[in-house]
């Protein structure tokens, strides 16, 4: 599956290899792009600066079935245009370009469930799927090294293979950084981010912050603010003892009645659902006024953004993208003023 001969770019100057040294006090203040099917008709980097962002975040997906010890991914055919190697070497390029710094988060995609249950029955079928994953990854790993990309992410939410299978990560982590010198986090979900063991080989504790706050149909920020308090303290005495900076390498919320609750929950049924957009809003200014004042808080990458509203699934008006709604502008103050 490798294919770091397979894409015509050029490697572009190593300026930015330690960066994180180098600004560690800037703050994150990232967007996740949307791949699109098709090229870019537009260059979708402008938006997001006028949004406020510094960083994006590029993730081309992979594939597995439950219970199959496979890793798809397409260099070609079948996969989208923005997550095959072109399409990320040209977002890459893209935001370099346009002054944003990039997160590469090669991201598995399970069909039918959630990627946090892949498991499989035993050892022989555990290897299968480690050997493709690591390819995969360390694939990436290369391309995201030939570009100057600034922060890698190793995984994303592998809540099964993390708890039963801990030794390969640990030597995937020491495999990429054998091919790759920027940063690296990994993407635990919001309730097994203390049970993750190898925070100490990474450069930051990542995780998706999908934390259930509040179920009324439009939270208010004081009852959001006040939901968020004994997460804040867990968090920064997380951060203390692994003398880490926290990354949320994904939050967000729907636009949509009950978007402060169990989100993962309002997705089923979201075409049902009535839109809300001060919901979305509220949700997203508590968050940010409650971590940006964390020294500890190394900011967070908003999902997600549609590139001219491409590779949406039907329902962007109620999806988590703030784009046209009220989040856009909470958004724009809060990044754009710290």
Known sequence: MGFGGQVGCLCRDRAAADVVQREERARIHGITLVAPPEPFAADPMPPLRQAGANWVAVVPYAFTRPGTPTVCYAVSGWQWWGERPEGVCETVQLAHEAGLRVMLKPQLYLFGCWTGQLAFDDDDHWRLWEEQYAQYILDMARLADSFGVELFCVGTELRASVAQRPAFWSALIAQVRQVYRGALTYSANWDDWEAVPFWGQLDY????????????????????KAAWKPHVQRLRSFSQRWQKPVLFTEFGYLSVDGAGGRTWELEKRVQHLPINECAQANCIEALLSTFQREPWWAGGFLWKWFPNLRGHEGYPERDYTPQGKQAEQTLRRWYRRH
Not at 205 to 224: C, H, K, N, R, W
């Open 205 to 224: 504790i990542g995780l998706s912050a999908y934390f259930p706050l509040v179920q009324s149909d439009t939270p208010s920020l004081q009852a959001l």
